[in-house]
């Protein structure tokens, strides 16, 4: 299993700034997952980041609005950048385990952008 | 066309009815899975399931594969199960082999 913490939970942020969210996992794992999800639709992959290499996004979002880290197996950072309130929404990171494909979820970090 | 849908979109019931949450998928899956959304937005998976069905406590999940559906129930339903039920069909392969409905917005009554 695994034990996802994510940070912040909530910000409410100014429109063109940058947030970044901590994500942390208390085990290793290959591949994390970043989710958006807009008010009352669906979770919507924006990017699994490796480490060691570059995040790989998904149609319809880009490494410049959506920077990502990924320093080390346990840990990763999205930052929503020159935030506009269509930014507004959950975001979400996720880690999947072994050939199984159990699911596991941070927290979420619910932004608001004025 | 949505590839998920769920049904009803908006549930509210009474402590101790049984519930029953509904999904139907169109593409050709290696799994399915249900997740649980709290109103704070954390998710939990509730069961990861590939064929006939599963139990815990008092969830159960059920899939027919060649019918492209599944069925969460909850019996004896308690205001503690109040949240958002997810059904995520899974292609396998990466990340972008899921597919995630809206959801299920239930909400118990004592």
């Known amino acids: 299993s695994a034990v996802i913490s994510q940070k912040p939970s909530r910000d409410i942020c100014q429109r063109g700034t940058s947030l970044t969210i901590q994500c942390q996992v208390d085990?290793?794992?290959?591949?994390m997952f970043w989710y958006r999800q807009q008010p009352g639709q669906s979770l919507t992959l924006i990017a699994t980041a490796n480490q060691g290499s570059e995040a790989t996004y998904e149609s319809g979002f880009v490494i410049d609005k959506f920077p990502i880290s990924r320093p080390n197996l346990t840990f990763s950072t999205l930052t929503v950048s020159n935030m506009s309130p269509e930014d507004s929404s959950i975001y979400l990171c996720s880690v999947s385990i072994g050939g199984l494909r159990e699911l596991f979820f941070g927290e979420g970090s619910r932004l608001t952008v004025l | 066309k949505n590839e998920v849908e769920q049904s009803p979109q908006n549930l509210t019931a009474q402590e101790g009815e049984f519930i029953t949450i509904n999904c139907s998928y169109s593409?050709?899956?290696?799994?399915l899975h249900w997740l649980q959304q709290h109103p704070g937005g954390g998710i939990v998976s509730l069961f990861m399931?590939?064929?006939g069905k599963k139990k815990h406590g008092r969830l159960i999940a059920t899939i027919n594969i060649q019918e492209k559906h599944s069925s969460l129930h909850i019996t004896a339903s308690h205001p503690r199960d109040s949240a958002v039920y997810i059904c995520?069909?899974?292609?396998?392969?990466?990340?972008?082999?899921?597919?995630f409905g809206k959801g299920t917005h239930l909400i118990i009554q004592p």
């Open positions: 399931l590939s064929s």
């Open positions: 995520a069909p899974d292609r396998g392969g990466g990340a972008d082999g899921l597919t």
């Open positions: 085990s290793q794992v290959t591949m």
């Open positions: 593409v050709g899956i290696s799994a």
